[in-house]
T-cell receptor
Framework: GAGVSQSPSNKVTEKGKDVELRCDPI?????LYWYRQSLGQGLEFLIY????????KSGLPSDRFSAERTGGSVSTLTIQRTQQEDSAVYLC?????????????FGPGTRLTVL | ELKVEQNPLFLSMQEGKNYTIYCNYS?????LYWYRQDPGKSLESLFV?????AVKQEGRLMASLDTKARLSTLHITAAVHDLSATYFC???????????????FGKGTKLSVKP
């Protein structure tokens, strides 16, 4: 079946602009995660959604970052007033259930470049 | 703060040789994941280790988990060029109510297998 999809695959923006990144999880997966991968910081957790529960936002680096998940499916990560240090690959993952031990399946990522 | 340390971070080996990648983590967890990442690609799930003493094998790769030592290993047998990639271990965090939160990743081991 279809895996996790993300769009756009690449995004180049100017410093100070807002960007929106989209994630379509695997159908039926109840948990959705956002991570980012950069050379300096490795893979970092950003935010996690589980069903209708309030998201775990503990990994968001600043209040410029926000995310929402509509209808328990598609998620959008928004970065306001982008900075050069936001340049990274943003990865979305989903898992079938939230119970401990279910593997997370990753999408292809969105490469964000802030000029 | 949970830390996940992999070593080595870079590994150059010849085809046909054996080697082991180590993953140490700093907190109690019995959920350990191994992922593979090819250049410019996303993360591919390799193994999910769910209990102390768990051992899983797929082709030339074998992963094990010792929760008492907080150590997982990824053993490569008779390496071939196709195994060249970056390998990440990740520890799963258990949230309240038994749900699974985010993964904490090691920095990755970049493996290069030369003929």
């Amino acid at each position: 079946g279809a895996g996790v999809s993300q769009s756009p695959s690449n995004k180049v923006t100017e410093k100070g602009k807002d960007v929106e990144l989209r994630c379509d999880p695997i159908s039926g997966h109840t948990a959705l995660y956002w991570y980012r991968q950069s050379l300096g910081q490795g893979l970092e957790f950003l935010i996690y959604f589980q069903g209708n529960s309030a998201p775990d936002k503990s990994g968001l680096p600043s209040d410029r970052f926000s995310a929402e998940r509509t209808g328990g499916s598609v998620s959008t990560l928004t970065i306001q007033r982008t900075q050069q240090e936001d340049s990274a690959v943003y990865l979305c993952a989903s898992s079938l259930r939230s119970e401990f031990g279910y593997e997370q399946f990753f999408g292809p990522g969105t490469r964000l470049t802030v000029l | 703060e949970l830390k996940v340390e992999q070593n080595p971070l870079f590994l150059s080996m010849q085809e046909g040789k054996n080697y082991t990648i180590y993953c140490n983590y700093s907190t109690t967890s019995d959920r350990l994941y191994w992922y593979r990442q090819d250049p410019g690609k996303s993360l591919e799930s390799l193994f999910v280790l769910l209990s102390n003493g768990a051992v899983k094998q797929e082709g030339r790769l074998m992963a094990s988990l010792d929760t008492k030592a907080r150590l997982s290993t990824l053993h490569i047998t008779a390496a071939v060029h196709d195994l060249s990639a970056t390998y990440f271990c990740a520890v799963g965090l258990q949230h309240y109510g038994g749900s699974q939160g985010n993964l904490i990743f090691g920095k990755g081991t970049k493996l290069s297998v030369k003929p």
